[in-house]
Nanobody, 127 residues
Framework: QVQLVESGGGLVQAGGSLRLSCAAS????????MAWFRQAPGKEREFVASISWSGGRIYYAADSVKGRFTISRDNAENTVYLQMNSLKPEDTAVYYCAASLSVTNVNRGNPQRYASWGQGTQVTVSS
């Protein structure tokens, strides 16, 4: 399995931006589908975005983040990013990076399909 470490979270005002990073260890990073999930207090972990090994297939959670968030990856640096713009208070959550070798287009939003997880990074958006 690949080991994941997130960074870049913090406190930001509504309308602001943050860029999350997820550094992966392991030589097979470019084999993995990478994804970002988030979990707000008292809520279930929800899918935010995923990106295929080549970067050619990208998916976002419908409506909630589309047009504001951008996922990308740098296989040479073993890193996946989440650029978050026009942040809203409802984006407040712990954001997790995840990796999978078995996820498909059908189940990419299912956390159980991801075998590797980071420790999470807190994002707080004030109104």
């Amino acid at each position: 399995q690949v080991q994941l470490v997130e960074s870049g979270g913090g406190l930001v005002q509504a309308g602001g931006s943050l860029r999350l990073s997820c550094a992966a260890s392991g030589r097979t990073f470019n084999n993995y589908v990478m994804a970002w999930f988030r979990q707000a207090p008292g809520k279930e972990r929800e899918f935010v975005a995923s990106i295929s090994w080549s970067g050619g297939r990208i998916y976002y959670a419908a409506d909630s983040v589309k047009g504001r968030f951008t996922i990308s990856r740098d296989n040479a640096e073993n890193t996946v990013y989440l650029q978050m713009n026009s942040l809203k208070p409802e984006d407040t959550a712990v954001y997790y990076c995840a990796a999978s070798l078995s996820v498909t287009n059908v189940n990419r939003g299912n956390p159980q399909r991801y075998a590797s997880w980071g420790q999470g990074t807190q994002v707080t958006v004030s109104s």
